[in-house]
């Protein structure tokens, strides 16, 4: 079998990636749901137009998105972990990249270990944005 490839998202693509991601808020007993299933997708259809959004698996089983201005992956998710698939999109979102940041919730131990081992490093807790409530921890790449 060979991994999946990853890709470019397309508009056809966002409700799975709105599962990926509801999926995990259901699945995560310290993250509070602040917004419905059908205001992600809301939001990730939004988005796409205006950020590198990359999806893996067919059917997509996660998605990384970037903001090509400054650097920041504002997701990554997979549906399931341990088989290379987080790995494999956040190899492409350095694709081509000096630097990369991110924020994941301090509370987020399993997603922190993940990014040390991709080479981000702490730099310190960030308040989280509105209508969040969690603790964020800022994380820095440079190639």
Same mark, same amino acid.
């Given at each position: 079998?060979?991994? /999946?490839?990853?890709?470019?998202?397309? +508009?056809?693509?966002? /409700?799975?990636?709105?599962?990926?991601?509801?999926?995990?808020?259901?699945?995560? +007993? @310290?993250?509070?749901?602040?917004? !419905?299933?059908?205001?992600?997708?809301?939001?990730?259809?939004?988005?796409? *137009?205006?950020?590198?959004? @990359?999806?893996?698996?067919? *059917?997509? +089983?996660?998605?990384? !998105?970037?903001? /090509? +201005?400054?650097?920041?992956?504002?997701?990554?998710?997979?549906?399931?972990?341990?088989?290379?698939?987080?790995?494999?999109?956040?190899?492409?979102?350095?694709?081509?990249?000096? !630097?990369?940041?991110?924020?994941?919730?301090?509370?987020?131990?399993?997603?922190?270990?993940?990014?040390?081992?991709?080479?981000?490093?702490?730099?310190?807790?960030?308040? *989280?944005? /509105? *209508?969040?409530?969690?603790?964020?921890?800022?994380?820095? @790449?440079?190639?």
């Amino acid at each position: 079998m060979t991994d /999946p490839a990853v890709r470019h998202a397309t +508009e056809a693509d966002i /409700p799975a990636c709105a599962a990926v991601l509801n999926g995990w808020i259901d699945a995560t +007993e @310290w993250f509070p749901r602040v917004h !419905s299933h059908a205001e992600i997708e809301g939001f990730l259809l939004e988005a796409l *137009p205006l950020r590198e959004i @990359w999806v893996i698996g067919d *059917p997509v +089983e996660g998605y990384v !998105s970037v903001d /090509p +201005e400054i650097g920041k992956v504002g997701a990554l998710y997979c549906a399931r972990g341990g088989a290379g698939l987080g790995k494999a999109l956040m190899d492409q979102a350095k694709e081509g990249r000096a !630097s990369l940041f991110l924020h994941t919730h301090v509370a987020n131990l399993a997603a922190q270990r993940f990014y040390r081992r991709e080479g981000f490093r702490d730099a310190g807790e960030v308040d *989280p944005e /509105p *209508p969040e409530t969690l603790r964020e921890l800022r994380m820095e @790449w440079l190639r």
